[in-house]
């Protein structure tokens, strides 16, 4: 069982930056997939990006692409969201999740967060 916890959400202008962690419990943290994903008001959740167990492999969404860069501290138990360049239609809730890679591909992880606001105001 893994429980995950998310942070770092808040409001902020276009441009500007945040940074998302979550927090997992559970001695398998490292064994795991983890990635990101966002909600915006009457869409679909959405993938954003993922990291594989040891960091060495990433994917991300081309709507992120050269903005958002994703980290895992296996030590910590913690991934980590950098967003950068932030855009209004980055606007959602982001939650993070766990899995394998088809899993999170197909939007259908193991777990999830509850899950954090992120605000960008033109």
């Known amino acids: 069982q893994v429980q995950l916890v998310e942070s770092g959400g808040g409001l902020v202008q276009a441009g500007g930056s945040l940074r998302l962690s979550c927090a997992a419990s559970?001695?398998?943290?490292?064994?795991?997939?983890m990635g990101w994903f966002r909600q915006a008001p009457g869409k679909e959740r959405e993938f954003v990006v993922a990291i594989n167990w040891s960091g060495g492999s990433t994917y991300y969404a081309d709507s992120v692409k050269g903005r958002f860069t994703i980290s895992r501290d296996n030590a910590k138990n913690t991934v980590y969201l950098q967003m950068n360049s932030l855009k209004p239609e980055d606007t959602a809730v982001y939650y993070c999740?766990?899995?394998?890679?088809?899993?999170?591909?197909?939007?259908?992880?193991?777990?999830w967060g509850q899950g954090t606001q992120v605000t960008v105001s033109s």
């Open positions: 999740a766990a899995g394998g890679w088809s899993d999170l591909r197909a939007v259908n992880p193991d777990y």
């Open positions: 559970g001695r398998t943290f490292s064994s795991y997939v």
